[in-house]
């Protein structure tokens, strides 16, 4: 389906929790505290995708939170994947369950999965966190590579005072493994919007720096999904190189997306707070056509987006309640 905008919206990313195991310091807040939302039931999600699929949502992706606390996520995903019309299945995860859930993920339909990571060194991972063990992520990655996913995606939020001078060391992955590794600007969404001027880092600063370490980079196209991510190919390498810049970069025009919370509401823009919620008439037993209708109405009511190089700071919702 179109929007108003003549953008087609396919694409559906779907917190199905808001809680999670790790309390990244520029994502949620610290010292403990409410846990965040389950998520909707199982079955109200997929009724909600079911109904998607008639306007036009053909594309998946679980997030949180941390998706893999919740202990039905093996036989979602498999309700998901078996929905008609329904063409790709995604995850977003910190890792450090994915080894545990890898096979099983995969054996359920799973065909894709990007881990979040933002440093490679374990006493830097445990002040970013405030939570886990660096090298149960890196399980997963390994996990993530045996199991066949494809692509494998690794994210990093790129903070100033933090993992900056680590860009050359993610970027050697890629040459190393078959791994597309992406920096990303901090966006001021939930705890980050009272860091994003002291910790941004632009994309043109960490060009520069893939530059010093690779030299000349080769231009590539999508490396699967339907992201906003540029890409690149080390000489020699394995992987590629992907910058996400929503900050000095635009990408609203070409926006696919909504986004169903963990509180249960969809919400079509990320960093605008309108959201319908879809709990009423999933407490009456509303049928496809209600839940479809809704979904439109979401489609209808998406705005162009933010302006050019642009993001007002988003204090409604933590990024973990919107699905990131």
């Known amino acids: ?50 109904a998607g699929t008639r306007v036009g949502i053909r594309k998946i992706r679980l997030t949180g939170g941390e998706p893999l ?49 933002d440093t490679l060194r374990p006493e830097r991972f445990t002040s970013i966190t405030r939570a886990g063990r660096w090298q149960d992520v890196w399980s997963g990655v390994e996990a993530a590579l045996v199991h066949d996913f494809s692509p494998v995606k690794l994210n990093v939020v790129v903070l100033r005072g933090h993992n900056e001078d680590e860009v050359a060391d993610f970027a050697r992955l890629a040459r190393e493994y078959p ?23 632009s994309a043109d600063e960490i060009w520069g720096r893939l530059r010093d370490y690779a030299g000349a980079l080769e231009p590539v196209g999508s490396v699967g999904g339907s992201g906003p991510a540029r890409y690149w190919k080390l000489p020699g390498g394995r992987g590629t190189i992907g910058l996400i810049a929503p900050l000095s970069g635009y990408f609203c025009p070409s926006c696919n997306r909504m986004r169903l919370t963990a509180a249960g509401t969809l919400r079509p823009c990320l960093c605008q707070g309108e959201e319908i919620d879809v709990k009423p008439l999933l407490a009456r037993g509303a049928g496809d056509d209600e839940l479809a209708a809704l979904m439109t ?28």
């Open 179 to 201: 791994l597309h590794v992406r920096f990303i600007e901090l966006m001021p969404i939930g705890e980050g919007s009272a860091f994003t001027s002291e910790l941004y880092v």
């Open 297 to 324: 109405r979401a489609i209808a009511a998406k705005p162009k987006g933010n302006p050019e190089h642009e993001i007002a700071p988003v204090t409604d919702r933590l990024m973990s309640q919107i699905g990131g």
């Open 69 to 117: 606390v919740r202990p039905d996520i093996v036989s979602l995903t498999a309700a998901l994947s078996a929905l008609p019309g329904i063409d790709d299945i995604a995850l977003t995860t910190n890792g450090a369950l994915l080894a545990r859930y890898a096979q099983e993920l995969k054996e359920a339909g799973l065909r894709r999965v990007n881990i979040s990571l």
């Open 1 to 50: 389906m179109l929007d108003k905008f003549e953008r087609a919206i396919t694409y559906l990313r779907i917190s199905v929790t808001g809680r999670c195991n790790m309390r990244c310091f520029y994502c949620r807040p610290g010292g403990g505290g409410e846990p965040g939302e389950p998520g909707l039931p199982a079955g109200d999600i997929v009724r909600i995708v079911r």
